[in-house]
């Protein structure tokens, strides 16, 4: 799994840049049911529709308003023109959910309304949409996409800020360690409130990694000879 996680990372060359994204988001479990579960039909397949029920209903803890976590892979470049960036994101893409497969994981690219969905969640999460977001109608009316996901209102003060009706701190992290354990990111992610968790990977030409790998090696056999010396 380790070398398929790997051969994910190397798909992607050294002038992209990739952000994995983990979103917790609260939901109204009632709702969330009634949505996206299988009815059972008597038709000797109810079976596999419990299981595929069972297994949506393992991402949603047990209160009646739950959090689901929505994990995300984010991929930006610099082209020339569109149909550069067109042309590769197509080529990418693929190669992603082709890898993620591997990891007996399914990926799927994300329509312009999930998009807009996620920044709607963000800030205005908890609140329920007034009406359901058409933004081709929203362009012929001359109305912008901003007002459907926008907050109303934002507020900055001396040592927080308040959004609608949340407040916020922003923290500045002084110290920063040179090593960080996968199981501090995964006790972040089990929190049962609502959080966005973004991890920047930035490729390294190969070269230069090359490079920096030798480095490494050189300050490590200087170490050891000046141990054994």
């Known amino acids: 799994m380790f070398l398929d996680y790997s051969e994910l990372l190397n798909a992607l060359d050294s002038g992209a840049f990739a952000k994995i994204t983990i979103n917790n988001r609260r939901i ?6 009634k949505d996206l579960l299988l009815p059972e039909k008597g038709d000797g397949l109810d079976h596999f529709r419990k299981e595929y029920n069972e297994m949506l209903l393992s991402k949603v803890t047990g209160v009646s308003s739950s959090v689901v976590q929505d994990r995300y892979i ?13 042309a590769y994101f197509s080529r990418v893409g693929t ?7 591997q990891l007996s994981s399914v990926g799927r690219e994300l329509e312009l309304q999930d998009r807009l969905r996620i920044f709607r969640d963000f800030f205005k999460g908890g609140e ?8 081709k109608e929203s362009m012929r009316l001359g109305h ?3 007002d459907w996901l926008c907050p109303d209102s ?3 003060h001396k040592d927080c800020f308040r959004i609608n009706g949340r407040w916020g701190r922003a923290l500045y992290l002084q110290g920063y360690a040179s090593y960080l354990k996968d199981a501090m990111i995964s006790e972040l992610c ?3 409130r609502s959080l966005m968790l973004s991890i920047d990977i930035l490729p390294v030409p190969t070269d230069e990694a090359v490079r920096e790998v030798q480095n490494k090696l050189l300050g490590v056999e200087t170490n050891a000879g000046a141990t054994r010396s």
């Open 74 to 86: 984010t991929v930006s470049v610099v082209k020339k023109n569109i149909n550069e960036a067109r």
């Open 95 to 101: 190669s992603i959910i082709t890898h993620l497969a």
């Open 128 to 135: 329920p949409a007034a009406f359901d977001f058409n933004l």
């Open 154 to 156: 934002m507020e900055f």
């Open 144 to 146: 912008s996409f901003k």
């Open 190 to 192: 089990d929190l049962d």
């Open 28 to 33: 109204d479990k009632a709702e969330f049911e």
